[in-house]
């Protein structure tokens, strides 16, 4: 599996089939048994800021305002001073600049997303690995944060991993969708999304998409079941 520079692309297969597994070892919080995992042609052997981080839960400070959890890498690695001017640039990308001074506890559950995104891009990431980030949301804040993250990742052209359970979503922001097999994990089938951006949910080209994707994963998890019964 490759990644271009630049490219958004979603992950989506049976539950426990590896794809937050697959994240944390882009991210270097865990080692593969097997196999090699590059960013920029260099293995990956170690935590880096070049591979942001994103959960379904925020994970924000609740002891520091939004403009403190922004900071927070920024603290660890000490290059504050150097990058204050970005921190306001970033509140503002994610639409909180009226919120700099609010706890945690203040915001919605749409808003501490926003800052957890703003946390991991105001490092410059090569790739932004995302886990589920909207998936605890209702669904129109879900729809209305895609679409904030899609605005976001069209101004600074991140590279951009997404898991995701919702098909819809990875229509709706995707440049390719990947399909997991159930447990253990291998890829089925690799799917371009050629549609035009800004993409329309009710369209006849994005609900055939959807039937040709949901039939797909289907049988990728039957084909999975026969094979060990």
Not at 55 to 78: C, M
Not at 106 to 113: F, I, K, P, T, V
Not at 140 to 168: C, K, N, P, S, Y
């Amino acid at each position: 599996m490759s990644l271009d520079a630049g490219e958004l692309v979603s992950l989506v297969g049976p539950s426990g089939c590896g794809k937050s597994t697959l994240l944390r070892l882009i991210a270097g919080l865990d080692f593969p048994d097997s196999g090699t995992l590059m960013v920029a042609d260099k293995p990956i052997s170690e935590p880096s800021a070049e591979r942001g981080l994103v959960f379904q839960d925020p994970s924000l400070f609740p002891w520091l305002t939004v403009r403190g959890n922004i900071e927070a890498g920024l603290v660890a690695r000490g290059v504050l001073q150097q990058k204050r001017s970005e921190v306001k640039e970033f509140m503002r990308l994610v639409g909180l600049e009226a919120f700099a001074d609010a706890y945690p506890h203040h915001l919605s559950g749409g808003m501490a997303q926003r800052v957890a995104l703003a946390r991991a891009l105001i490092n410059h990431p090569k790739v932004l690995l995302l886990d589920e980030p909207l998936g605890a949301l209702d669904a129109f804040t879900r729809m209305r944060l895609q679409g904030e993250v899609l605005r976001l990742w069209q101004a600074r052209r991140t590279t951009m991993l997404l898991v995701t359970h919702d098909i819809d979503e990875a229509i709706y922001m995707s440049d390719r969708i990947i399909i997991l097999t159930q447990r253990p994990g291998t890829i089925d089938q690799i799917f371009p999304i050629t549609l035009d951006r800004p993409r329309d949910r009710s369209s006849s080209d994005f609900l055939r998409l959807r039937s040709e994707i949901l039939e797909l994963l289907h049988f990728a998890g039957n084909r999975i079941s026969a094979i060990s019964t």
